[in-house]
């Protein structure tokens, strides 16, 4: 699991005026919050950038006054025109306290499906589950080495995790096999010939089986 440090600086005005200030110091107004305290603060976007461009799931470890808090990154807003980060919120991990986050689901096997031809299609990137602080991961790996051209992988597949539940619903399709355009139109065409290669003879013996079949 990584851990992103964090040095934040306590903020004492809260407000537009204040966090807009705070802003025009080149500084990003965050919040840390958990069921028995709220904490505002500022932070430098250098140090939180690892923690919101990225794929990957991380722990932030935020000190605020001396004192050390290990969080996750619980939400953020972006400048509509600039992009710019203009806020974040972190959520306290506290022990006995579960949370719900969302973590990257990664691959591991070989398809027998892809070998064949086919192509893996991720369908989902990212599972919800409920973990206590003291169980968190930072992924959730699906074995693909079973799926075969055109079969799927869903959330139920997803082998049990001790401390976790996942949430998301099991029903979801995580990935598939696509069977390949070319593959797709090969074997219509395929199947086309077999049809008209058909002698005459067999296509008049179905024909006096439907005659029977009515009388």
Known sequence: MEIVAVSGKLRKEVGKKASAKV???????CVMYDAEQVIHFSADFKDVKKLIYT??????ELTIDGKTHKCILKDY?????????????????VEGNPVKIEVPIQFTGSSPGVKSGGKLQR???RVKI??????????????????????SIRIRDIDP????????????????????????????????EGAEGLPEDAEEGEEEVEEGEEA
């Open 55 to 60: 794929p990957k799931f991380k722990l932030a």
């Open 161 to 192: 995790i001790e401390g976790v539940e996942v949430m998301t619903s099991p029903g979801v399709p995580v990935a598939i096999v696509d069977v390949p355009r070319a593959m797709r139109s090969a074997q219509t065409a395929a199947a086309k």
């Open 23 to 29: 802003r025009a110091e080149g500084l990003i107004p």
């Open 130 to 151: 409920k973990v206590y602080p003291n169980y968190i991961i930072d992924k959730v790996v699906l074995d693909v080495s079973s799926l075969e051209m055109g079969q």
């Open 123 to 125: 369908l989902v990137r």
């Open 77 to 93: 807003q972006m400048h509509p025109v600039t992009d710019e980060v203009t806020h974040i919120d972190f959520l306290h991990l």
